[in-house]
């Protein structure tokens, strides 16, 4: 996204828009709730803007266990 070169003109981070997702994939019974779900997403998410933005993250529960991540992509 960042290449298109849009302009973000109120951002103080960065001068084109950038994307970054936090993804989770998770099976039913390893969220107690969707509060769980949420926090999970939005830890993926924060990990995306920390690694650099502009990329993805993916929180993968059933495979790396609890605080996991699969290693990010650039968008």
Known sequence: MEDEKIEHI?????RYL???????IIEPEMAN??????????????????DGRNRVVVYDAKIFGAKAFVPTFTI
């Open 10 to 14: 109120k951002s103080y981070i960065s």
């Open 18 to 24: 950038s994307v970054s997702m936090g993804i989770i």
């Open 33 to 50: 709730n969707i509060t769980d779900i949420y926090r999970y997403a939005d830890d993926a998410l924060y990990r995306a803007k920390e």
